[in-house]
């Protein structure tokens, strides 16, 4: 009996052996009931594991790393701080409201200094009064009274004066007035109108050549001035040239490793 031989016999043993049905509902709710043995398992592992870590210590930095990354916006802060602040202003304003519309009674006035008070300024009042007479001001006690009747005797008085001094008035006449009675009277002259013409000399040409001469003068001076800037102008240009030309010459480094005679 070879190998071969037994290989397929073996084979031809498990394809003549009857296979079983396969049952879904009984596989699902055995897999379900395998799920949740492992599951429970795990917690409970997980829950021994997290015991002993409490107790150790080890898992306080985290807590506070997961609050402080898993923390809250500032504004959301801001914005609870805002809305305290809010409710509290509205509660003072409503106990103020209720304040102000409660009964405050007035404290009983001290009658004794008050009568006391009376008593000083009437006594006051009547020592004015004896050595003064007071009079009403209306507008009949100004018609009739004693000094609005002297104003208008004194108002007519000065009138009539003014009226006398202007009948007696008499104009002085001046010595000098009289001068002019004794000129001639005014004759009037007419004269003739005619403009004799008189010889004249211009002297645009002498002004022409004062002006030829000014120009030529300011031109000369521009041009000497223009030379002088040009001067200077290739002058700073040539020793800019020089510095130039002197940094890009050759300029060899002493040596380090000479010996320098003691």
């Keep these: 009996m070879n190998v071969l031989q037994w290989a397929m016999g073996h084979k031809g043993m498990i394809t003549k052996q009857p296979q079983k049905e396969w049952n879904k509902s009984k596989t699902i709710s055995g897999c379900d009931q395998l799920g949740r043995r492992i599951g429970t398992i795990m917690r409970e592992n997980n829950s021994n594991e997290m015991l002993l870590r409490q107790q150790a210590g080890l898992d306080r930095n985290r807590r506070t790393n997961r609050r402080r990354s898993n923390g809250e916006p500032s504004t959301y802060k801001f914005q609870q701080e805002y809305e ?11 106990k103020t409201q209720r304040q102000l519309r409660e009964f405050h009674s007035h404290p009983v006035p001290n009658f004794r200094t008050l009568h006391k008070r ?35 005797e004194l108002q007519m008085l000065r009138l009539e004066q003014q009226q006398l001094k202007q009948k007696r008035f008499r104009p002085k006449l001046c010595s000098t007035s ?16 005619f403009i004799k013409a008189e010889p004249f000399q211009l002297v645009s040409e002498e002004r022409g050549k004062l002006r030829k001469q000014y120009d030529e003068r300011a031109r000369h001076e521009q041009h000497l001035r223009w030379r002088k800037q040009a001067a200077e102008w290739a002058q700073r240009w040539h020793m800019e040239y020089l510095q130039l030309r002197s940094l890009t010459n050759f300029k060899a480094r002493p040596n380090p490793c000479k010996r320098i005679k003691a």
């Excluded at 000083?120 to 009547?126: D, E, G, P, Y």
């Excluded at 009675?181 to 004269?191: M, S």
């Design 84 to 94: 305290r602040n809010r409710k509290k202003k509205l509660r003072q304003m409503a």
């Design 178 to 193: 009289f001068d002019t009675w004794r000129q001639k009277p005014f004759v009037p002259r007419i004269q003739s109108s």
């Design 118 to 152: 009376w008593e000083n300024r009437n006594r006051v009042r009547q020592l004015v009064s004896m050595h003064k007479v007071t009079t009403a001001q209306t507008p009949l006690t100004l018609v009739k009274s004693m000094e609005a009747k002297k104003k208008r």
